[in-house]
């Protein structure tokens, strides 16, 4: 019977409560952004602990980003002496990564199989298409690899695809390809990691049966984002027997694009027999300016479950908006802002950037940087993929294992010593005629490239020798030295950055060793032990009730992990997947505090006390891709659902006029969204309706064009003790452009125009134009190459 005065619920809701507590029975919790869905969850596995129903091996739960992970774990820290490294938490990436590591063998997978990354395995693709003559025009590389992700995450291995046409069977020759390349050089990518596990549990009885006996209870956080192959794998673990908790939103709901299926809710309840379904109403986490914004924008969506969502606290600030003429000037504002919040002493870490593509965070980073605002991206162009890491990595790699083709021919000349991509292509050619890696190939070559080829296989086969017995910060010197990777950037005129990162690289390993205990006298643990976050520490010091109850008895015929030979991964091995799984942003010293950035998908299940949601344009957010279908736009609104219910206390959200994206300027409408959001908890920080006419790309169809001239302008928002950087202020003709109102100009993708309203100065300078065949445009002067007409 549960102590209802239990500490552990003392600071819940009576359904919360309840919803906690449920009996060891599968369980539903269907509830909007905030409702506290994830404090449940983690409240229930410190209180199946806490009240002696099972111990911490009998628990799997899953979440879907590290950075969640993490939490989860730091939440349930505070609640429980428990030492939760020690218990399968992770993601779903990070939980097939142990698993595999625990099981190597029986996957077929070589004890220190590393981890392709998406774009590592571009370049497999991209090199095996070349191999075999595959048409890059007619199968672009990323299409395909798009497709090969797809196929793994439907469980579909090439011989279970349906061949329909000859277009068909030719990726699926190259898919068959690539499987066989990944398995000779031991790599797997993202989707092979969820896929392999599965497999082998689908088809190893005992390994099966004994990881059922031991989960007795499985709880899944953002259950609507799961996909096809994540719902069986987690059907594999539960069995009969198991009890499946699991929490979700198909509010939240923003995968789909990845093979996301909100119906395996639907599924779950009718398959599993579903007893126990909870929803939270209230939420916690918004005051109701923000929770109103959410709940009125999320309402235009049709195809929903239907929840509600309420607060007691009060509507707290407005939500701020603010339109910016180039996203320079929207990322100086924001920047602006930020130092003023943080005087205001507002922590950094609470302050979070959001974006709907990573192609945003640039600008963002140039002006963070600039004003030294510490600032850490997570997701995007991780530390680890970095051009100069993904190198440094490729030489460690091949130290670990030489027939890692991909790495070898990221590194092979490169540094360069003399090896074109002739003498490489025939070193392919033989290593396919062989069998054989491209390593072992070398030895058959001839001639001045042979020698040079050769030459280099010495010295990484000499680096290997070099650096046995080393630790992991002098195996990563060594290698630096001796690749000539360090000389060649400092040589370089920009290489500066490079080279930081490079020594930023040396940290990185150096903490991950201390972090992680897996300094030279760390206690070896059994693979078993070892996660995405590898744990390194003698089992007395897991502070472990020793009065719960253990791991049950094995089943029987259960073969234990390989490592319980006494193998383990090497710190090398270790700390190469820990690249390939963690984000190890390094923009910011671990522990200093920062601003967050990062794209609004991985921001799921994160909160901030304040947040900006930038670049909110027609054609980025919502993209423009996703305004080609009515599934694509409700998803696109989940996202900003998403996105406005991380913040607590204070929202942001800006646009702008113009933006240099992948080398474009774009003149940019607002987004939709905005006029999905209720006028009565906004605050307009710029006039609001500045009219752009539509857009000049034709993503803004459908637009309604009554947004033109409908001006019930708010005023500037001056006086707010939080405005940075002051509006445009409008002004007369500025003499420095030239330009002058009536005048004709020339625009090279509108044509002739006539010069309406002139506004700002210097770099904020800008016009308002009518163009006859495009309407009326406002176009910022620094960017907009205008000619006078004479
Ligand atoms: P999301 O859908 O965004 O993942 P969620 O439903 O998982 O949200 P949580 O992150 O668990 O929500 O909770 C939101 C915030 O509300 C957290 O700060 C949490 O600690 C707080 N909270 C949840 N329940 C309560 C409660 N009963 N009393 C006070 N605070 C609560
Ligand atoms: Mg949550």
């Not at 993708?749 to 309406?756: A, C, Q």
């Not at 700002?760 to 009326?776: K, L, V, Y």
Request: charged residues 25%.
């Amino acid at each position: 019977e549960v102590a209802a005065d239990s500490p552990l619920l003392q600071h819940l809701n009576p359904e919360q409560r309840a919803a906690v507590a449920l009996p060891a029975e599968h369980a539903l919790i269907l509830a909007g952004a905030g409702s506290g869905k994830t404090r449940v969850l983690t409240t229930r596995i410190a209180w199946l602990l806490a009240t002696g129903q099972i111990g911490p091996g009998n628990v799997l739960a899953v979440t879907f980003t590290n950075k969640a992970a993490k939490e989860m774990m730091t939440r349930l820290t505070a609640m429980l002496p428990v030492n939760v490294r020690g218990m399968w938490i992770g993601t779903f990436h990070g939980l097939c990564n142990r698993f595999l590591r625990a099981h190597y063998k029986l996957a077929n997978l070589p004890q220190s199989f590393q981890i392709l990354d998406t774009q590592d395995q571009l370049s497999a693709i991209k090199r095996l298409m070349k191999q075999h003559n595959v048409d890059e025009e007619r199968f672009p590389a990323k299409e395909l690899q798009w497709t090969i992700a797809a196929w793994k995450e439907e469980g579909l291995r090439p011989n279970m695809v349906e061949v329909r046409t000859e277009e068909d069977r030719r990726k699926v020759e190259v898919y068959q390809l690539y499987e066989e390349q990944c398995q000779r050089e031991g790599v797997v990518d993202f989707a092979e990691l969820m896929l392999r596990s599965y497999e082998l549990l689908r088809d190893n009885d005992p390994i099966r049966e004994h990881y059922r006996r031991r989960f007795h209870h499985i709880l899944v956080d953002e259950f609507q984002d799961t996909n096809k192959l994540q719902y069986a794998w987690l059907k594999m673990f539960a069995g009969e027997g198991n009890a499946v908790f699991a929490v979700g939103d198909d509010d939240q709901s923003i995968y789909a694009f990845r093979g996301a299926r909100v119906g395996n809710m639907a599924d779950f309840v009718r398959e599993f027999h579903v007893q126990h379904q909870i929803k939270l109403e209230q939420n916690y986490r918004s005051f109701s300016n923000i929770l109103d914004s959410a709940n009125a924008l999320i309402a235009h969506n049709k195809t929903r479950l239907g929840k509600n969502l309420r607060t007691d606290q009060g509507p707290g600030e407005p939500v701020r908006v603010y339109e910016a003429p180039t996203d320079m000037a929207e990322a100086q504002w924001m920047v602006e802002e930020i130092r003023n919040l943080v005087r205001d002493d507002v922590p950094r870490h609470e302050v979070a950037v959001l974006y709907r593509s990573n192609a945003q965070s640039r600008v963002i980073e140039t002006s963070l940087f600039n004003a030294a605002v510490p600032y850490r991206v997570y997701g995007g162009l991780r530390f680890f993929e970095r051009a100069e890491i993904k190198h440094a990595l490729a030489y460690l790699r091949l130290l670990e294992n030489p027939s890692d083709d991909t790495s070898f021919l990221r590194v092979v000349n490169f540094p360069a010593r003399g090896i074109g991509a002739r003498s490489i292509e025939q070193l392919q050619d033989a290593a396919r005629a062989a069998g054989c890696s491209l390593h072992d190939a070398v030895k058959a070559t001839t001639g001045k490239a042979g020698a040079n080829l050769a030459a280099f296989v010495q010295k990484v086969d000499e680096m290997r020798r070099e650096t046995e017995g080393l630790t992991l910060r002098e195996i990563i010197e060594v290698m630096l030295q001796r690749s000539g990777l360090l000389d060649h950037y400092k040589a370089e005129r920009d290489g500066a950055d490079r080279v930081e990162n490079l020594e930023e690289l040396v940290n990185a390993a150096e903490s991950f060793v201390t972090q992680e205990g897996f300094g030279r006298d760390a206690v070896a643990l059994p693979i078993d032990e070892l996660g995405a976050n590898v744990l390194r520490q003698s089992p007395a010091s897991q502070g472990l009730d020793p009065s719960l109850p253990e791991v049950n008895e094995p089943a029987p015929d259960y073969v234990p992990p390989d490592a319980d030979t006494g193998e383990t991964l090497s710190p090398l091995a270790a700390f190469l997947t820990h690249a390939a799984l963690e984000s190890g942003d390094n923009q910011a010293q671990a522990g200093q505090d920062a601003v967050q950035l990062m794209t609004v998908h991985a921001a799921k299940g994160l909160e901030f006390d304040c947040v900006f949601v930038t670049g909110l344009e027609e054609g980025l957010f919502p993209s423009e891709r996703s305004l080609a279908d009515y599934e694509g736009l409700e998803e696109e609104r989940r996202l900003m659902y998403v996105a406005i219910t991380r913040a607590r206390k204070r929202l942001y959200l800006s646009h702008s006029q113009t933006r240099l994206l992948h080398g474009q300027t774009r003149y940019n409408v607002r987004s939709r969204f905005f006029d999905e959001l209720p006028e009565g908890a906004l605050k307009w920080l710029t006039p609001k309706n500045q009219s752009f006419g539509g857009s000049a790309f034709g993503f803004g169809m459908g637009y309604p064009t009554s947004r033109a001239g409908n001006s019930t302008a708010t005023g500037y928002g001056r006086g707010s003790e939080t405005f940075a950087s002051p509006p445009v202020p409008p002004q007369r003709a500025e003499p420095a452009h030239g330009l002058r109102p009536g005048m004709k100009v020339f625009h090279t993708k509108f044509g002739e125009g006539t010069v309406r309203t002139l506004e700002g100065s210097g770099q904020d300078a800008r016009a308002q134009i009518d163009f006859p065949r495009h309407g009326q445009k406002w176009l910022a002067l620094s960017v907009a190459k205008l000619t006078p007409v004479t």
